[in-house]
Structures are given as structure tokens and as C-alpha cells.
């Protein structure tokens, strides 16, 4: 019986290094990991940014070559580039797995997959952009719009309604202590 309880606590002991062991991949895996960003510049050079390894935006140029082009041209050229950014994030999170627990790993797998759900391909460059309306329409739209008041003193009161009452003078007593008297009255 003593050889089963010797046996047993080598066995334990190997369990417990082999944990310890685990979780220091894991933590070295987690700070190569968090230590992460990517770079991604737009084709033409007009954008360049840059991401943490949770896919947040940190750092966003727009060279001056981009005031040539409409915003709408641009904000879609940050977002094909951001998203060509992301989609990066899957192929390193493999690639620093692989180096520090390994790709056989069923927890590291799972985590492959969510960060591949999370961060796709992006669509294809060739997609036109969307659609610019340039023209702004303010007002009402039917046919039987009231016609347009005429302009006068601003802030003045309508004819025929009464003067308001003069306000009475502040006074250097005056504060926000009410003494015994309501500020409801």
C-alpha cells in the first residue's frame, strides 16, 4: 500500500507542474498577445492607422493628400483599411499561439475561432463605394408649405402680447441662502 500513496503523490506533483507549466504559456502568450498592434496603410498612402490586438482603433493618420478627396471617399478608405487591420488579427494570434502553448491546444482553438468570427476577410477592394447624396434638403416638403415669415428684431415678442414684467434688481445680499425662507415661493 505504501508504494500506491508514493506513486500517487508523484503523479499529483507531475499534474501540478504540468499546470504551473501551462499557465505560464498562457501568460506569456496573453503579454505577447496584449503587446500586439498592426499597421495597416490604404492603398494610395492617403490613410494610415493603427490597432491594439482587441482591433481598437489607437492611432489614425490622414495625409494631406486626402483634402482632394470627397469625406465621404475618405471615411470609406479608413474603414477598408481598418478592416484589412483587423482581419490580420486572426493570422497573428495563430502565429503567437503556435510559438508559446501550441496549436494543439483546445482552448487556444477556441480562441482562434472567435478571434477569426470576430475579425473576417474584408470584403473585396473592387466593391464601389457607397452612394454620396450632395444635395441637403431643409424644410418642409409639401406642396402646401406656409409661406416664409418675415424676418424682424430677434428675440421679439409677437404683436399684442403684453410686456413682461421688469425684473427686479440683484442686490449684493442676494445668494443662494434662503435664510428660513421656501426657494419654492
Known sequence: MPEDIGASERMLGQWQQSIEQKAQRYQAMAGRVQGMSITESSRDGSVRLTIGSNGILTNLEIAESARDKRMAEVSAE???????AQSRIPELLQQVMA?????????AN????EARRNFPDPPADDAPPPPVHRELRFGIEDEEAPPPRRPGPP???????????????????????????????
Open 78 to 84: 479608413v474603414m477598408r483599411t481598418l478592416q484589412r
Open 99 to 107: 510559438e508559446t502553448i501550441g496549436t494543439g491546444d483546445e482552448t
Open 110 to 113: 477556441v480562441l482562434l475561432q
Open 155 to 185: 428675440f421679439a415678442a409677437p404683436p399684442g402680447t403684453p410686456p413682461s414684467a421688469p425684473r427686479r434688481p440683484r442686490h449684493a445680499q442676494d445668494d443662494d441662502d434662503f435664510g428660513s425662507d421656501s426657494y419654492l415661493s
